[in-house]
T-cell receptor
């Protein structure tokens, strides 16, 4: 298994540009999520999905869109990039969390995004 | 959301045990306690999780206080490869809420 893959590894955007960060997993996991990590800080949840066709907002969703058309893929779209979105973005997947059980999340290697 | 409190940093000698503490006094009855770690320039990596009982796996042990208001991650023999940021997290439904974690430095 490749696990969780993310592309690109690095990206530089100008303010106002849009782009899509790709995330794919080959573990047949229902749950996928996107986090951002600013320098010296912990991860913050942007959006998540509990299955194809189902997405929801996390802690910091503004400026980002997601969709989940397949179990494997969960792309993150930046609509109009701003310098405040300079960060490292991590995608993660797991079996679905429930209220009576929980499963480990597998994280991708990250995409380092700079917006100038 | 239930919060966790961890020391900003800790230091350990190689080959010695490390006890990383975490306080979570507002934990609810259904919150799981998770530990993840993040090595430099990598994504977080699952370490261990538990609900009420102590847990052991190949990486570490998790000791949970009887009242569940605190827990301790135990690395039995620290190696240089264990130098990382360790996050103690309470699961809130489907979401993991990361704090700032504990930076573990391992000296040779």
């Amino acid at each position: 298994n490749a696990g969780v893959t993310q592309t690109p590894k690095f990206q530089v955007l100008k303010t106002g540009q849009s782009m899509t960060l790709q995330c794919a997993q080959d573990m047949n996991h229902e749950y996928m999520s996107w986090y951002r990590q600013d320098p010296g800080m912990g991860l913050r949840l942007i959006h998540y999905s509990v299955g194809a066709g189902i997405t929801d907002q996390g802690e910091v969703p503004n400026g980002y869109n997601v969709s989940r058309s397949t179990t494997e893929d969960f792309p993150l779209r930046l609509l109009s990039a701003a310098p405040s979105q300079t960060s490292v973005y991590f995608c993660a997947s797991s079996k679905v969390f429930g209220t009576t059980e929980t499963y480990e999340q597998y994280f991708g290697p990250g995409t380092r995004l700079t917006v100038t | 959301d239930a919060k966790t409190t961890q020391p900003n940093s800790m230091e350990s000698n190689e080959e010695e045990p490390v006890h990383l503490p975490c306080n979570h006094s507002t934990i609810s009855g259904t919150d799981y306690i998770h530990w993840y770690r993040q090595l430099p320039s990598q994504g977080p990596e699952y370490v261990i999780h538990g609900l009420t009982s102590n847990v052991n796996n190949r990486m570490a042990s998790l000791a949970i206080a009887e009242d569940r208001k605190s827990s301790t991650l135990i690395l039995h023999r620290a190696t240089l490869r264990d130098a990382a940021v360790y996050y103690c997290i309470l699961s809130v439904g489907n979401k993991l809420v990361f704090g700032s974690g504990t930076i573990l430095r391992v000296k040779s």
